[in-house]
């Protein structure tokens, strides 16, 4: 039987990271993995391929709307191959994929796929596809076996008419009319996606707004944005039933008044949300807790309720995301090392790749309420920056929320072109607990999106904002 420091159960961005970091600090590392390829959720079915889809409509609707504007003619019609983009997808997919196979070689990082199950708290069984298993030993374990989408208890997947993000990454023909159940991220992107390919897109969200837990001014301002791309909200609507018939799909919802409003599609994508998985992971016989959520129980170093084990990921408790994930697989790794690591989880960035992009950080404005904290708010528009002006980006704004007394930035949200990466720099100015004018007294360069930072941090500092 082999014998290691540290088995990872799960090759998502918390897995694989955690297991390249425990074979750099000397310790050896096995990492389980159930499916034929790594790389979890986010690179099978999550961040990546969605992002290349994003990207691949992103560019037919500029071919169709936009390029026209800048003086490029297309003789003939522009047209989806659908079949291709989809292929395209798949390419990046597994390139990235064999890049995560190509780092478990190089640092050192046995392989096995399988199921693992734990016989105990130091006893791994991995399972094949075939029935055929082995077991290996453990002194440590990470659990980083990721989430699946959930659904509601009255719909039914069929995984056809009625799918998933999984499914909808993969489908064979655009949809007439895509109902998206759920106006969180996974379904804004999506939505986006098949609109911009020319499909009817309707978004049923229970709650009052889009995007919840973001800051409010952010969700108005992307809904308002995406209505003038065509997508059809339906908030304060709750579905109360899904049906299939043929290649038919019926869902029916109660408006805020309680009246049954009907939608027909051809598809409906339920993104409702993650649940933790867990399945076939036996962690009762380690001792590990399961708590009523269904994610893995930890504390504060992300040891679960067996010592020698620990979670990380979507499997724990907190944001979904990749980022966070790969945070807490660095976290674990520098903690069995013996170091002292440290994650803010204020400052993990939160972002929404439609476009405009939307992105975050920090506290909201009704977080900083709720809190009675007194803050000033400064906020620039993109429509005034010159670089949104040649690129003709024009939606959306940078807002930044700083503390009323010391002047230290709080919370940062932005939706606009460019805002995945733009947050960065907000996360930078955080992680040093910078003020506002700190931010507003350093040089951006011109023109670059930027800049509205800067101005936003004028802004905000006192009021006085140059180009506006
Ligand atoms: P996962 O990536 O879910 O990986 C868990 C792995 O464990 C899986 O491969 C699974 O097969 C394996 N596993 C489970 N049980 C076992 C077992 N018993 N034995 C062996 N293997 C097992 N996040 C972002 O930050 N940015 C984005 O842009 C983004 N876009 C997304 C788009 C979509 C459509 C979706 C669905 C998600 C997106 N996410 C995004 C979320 C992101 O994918 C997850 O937060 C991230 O993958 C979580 O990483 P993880 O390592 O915890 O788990």
Known sequence: MSTYDVAVIGSGPGGYVAAIRCAQLGMKTAIIEKYSTLGGTCLNVGCIPSKALLDSSHHYEHAVKHFEDHGIEIPGEVKINLEKMIARKQAVVDQTCDGVSFLMKKNNIDVYEGVGAFKDATHLTITKADGSSEEIEAKHSIIATGSKPSTLPFISLDKERVITSTEALKLKEVPKHLVVIGGGVIGLELGQVYRRLGAEVSVIEYMDRIIPGMDKSLARELQKVMKKQGV????????????????????????????????????????????????????????????????????DHLQTSASNIYAIGDVIKGAMLAHKAEEEGVFVAETLAGQKPHIDYNLIPGVVYTWPEVAAVGKTEEELKEAGVNY?????????????????????????????????????????????????????????????????????????????????????????????
């Open 376 to 468: 000033k708010a400064g906020q620039f528009p993109f429509r005034a920056l010159g670089r949104s002006r040649a690129s003709a980006d024009l939606d959306g704004f940078v807002k930044i929320l700083a503390d009323a007394t010391t002047d230290e930035v709080l919370g940062v949200h932005m939706v606009g072109a460019r805002c995945a990466d733009l947050i960065a720099e907000a996360v930078t100015a955080m992680e040093f607990r910078a003020s506002a004018e700190d931010i507003s007294r350093m040089s951006h360069a011109h023109p670059t999106f930027t800049e509205a930072i800067k101005e936003a941090a004028l802004a905000a500092t006192d009021n006085r904002p140059l180009h506006i």
């Open 232 to 299: 059809k909200f339906y908030t304060s609507h709750k579905v109360t039933s899904v049906t299939t018939s043929g290649n038919e799909v019926k869902i029916t919802a109660d408006d805020k008044k309680g009246n049954p409003v009907e939608f027909t599609g051809d598809y409906c994508l339920v993104s409702v949300g993650r649940r933790p998985y867990t399945d076939g992971l036996n962690a009762e016989a380690a001792g590990v807790k399961i708590n009523e959520r269904g994610q893995v129980e930890v504390n």
